[in-house]
C-alpha cells in the first residue's frame, strides 16, 4: 500500500498564499526523502523542493527560494509546503512524491511514488 494524497490547493491572487498538504500512507514513512513538483499544460513536471527523511535538509528550485517552504511532521505523516507571495507563473498542478533514496533530489526519475495532484492558480 503506497499512497500519496495532496490538498489546499485553490485559486488565490498574486501575492498570497496556500499550504498544500500530502497525507502519505507508506509504511516507514519517516525514512523516504520527500518532494514537490509542479506542472503546467504542454510542459515538462519541474522541480520545486525537497526535504530529507527527518527534515535536516531541505533544497528549493531557485524559481521558489524565499517565498516557498516545505516541512514534514513524521508522526502525522505528512508533508507540507507553504506558499507565499505567489505570482502568476507559480499556477500549476502541485505533486508530492517520495523516494527511498534517502537523500534531496530534484529529479523527477529518482522519485518512486506521486500523488495525483492539486491544482494551484494564480491569478493577476
Known amino acids: 500500500q503506497v499512497q500519496l494524497v495532496e490538498s489546499g490547493g485553490g485559486l488565490v491572487q498574486a501575492g498570497g498564499s496556500l499550504r498544500l498538504s500530502c497525507a502519505a500512507s507508506?509504511?516507514?514513512?519517516?525514512?523516504?526523502?520527500m518532494g514537490w513538483f509542479r506542472q503546467t499544460p504542454g510542459k515538462e513536471r519541474e522541480f520545486v523542493a525537497t526535504?530529507?527523511?527527518?527534515?535536516?535538509?531541505?533544497y528549493y528550485a531557485d524559481s521558489v527560494k524565499g517565498r516557498f517552504t516545505i516541512s514534514r511532521d513524521n508522526a502525522k505523516m505528512t508533508v507540507y509546503l507553504q506558499m507565499n507571495s505567489l505570482k502568476p507563473e507559480d499556477t500549476a498542478n502541485y505533486y508530492c512524491a517520495a523516494t527511498n533514496r534517502g537523500l534531496t533530489t530534484t529529479r523527477v526519475g529518482d522519485y518512486d511514488y506521486w500523488g495525483q495532484g492539486t491544482q494551484v492558480t494564480v491569478s493577476s
Open positions: 526535504i530529507s527523511r527527518y527534515g535536516s535538509n531541505t
Open positions: 507508506i509504511r516507514l514513512f519517516s525514512s523516504v526523502t
